[in-house]
């Protein structure tokens, strides 16, 4: 049974940083996407960061220039280097992963971390 667990959320000050951090077990997902979506309250899920097997990176642009995403396949993790938070960035991240690299369905996912900004 595969497993993704995040760590890493708290509370935090505008402009300030976190990492989050994601861990995976039950399967090798070194050749799955791995990305980090997040969901806010009485908002869509949105997808914010991916990564495929060989490290080509997307954003999305509400998080572009401030969060990074990476993985390290001979651990199973994928982490969330976030900075310069704002407040509007307070919801829930969940890590998944996916065998389509675009994200077309997720295939696991995480129960998630909250993250708050305060202001």
Not at 34 to 58: C, V
Not at 72 to 95: G, I, R
Request: proline fraction near 2%; glycine fraction near 10%.
């Amino acid at each position: 049974q595969v497993q993704l667990v995040e760590s890493g959320g708290g509370l935090v000050q505008a402009g300030g940083s976190l990492r989050l951090s994601c861990a995976a077990s039950g399967r090798d997902l070194s050749s799955y996407a791995m990305g980090w979506f997040r969901q806010a309250p009485g908002r869509e899920r949105e997808l914010i960061a991916r990564i495929n097997w060989s490290s080509n990176t997307y954003y999305a642009g509400s998080v572009k220039g401030r969060f990074t995403i990476s993985r390290d396949n001979a651990k199973n993790t994928v982490d969330l280097q976030m900075n310069s938070l704002k407040p509007e960035d307070t919801a829930v991240y969940l890590c998944a992963a996916a065998a389509s690299t675009i994200f077309l369905k997720v295939d696991y996912w995480g129960k998630g971390t909250l993250v708050t900004v305060s202001s």
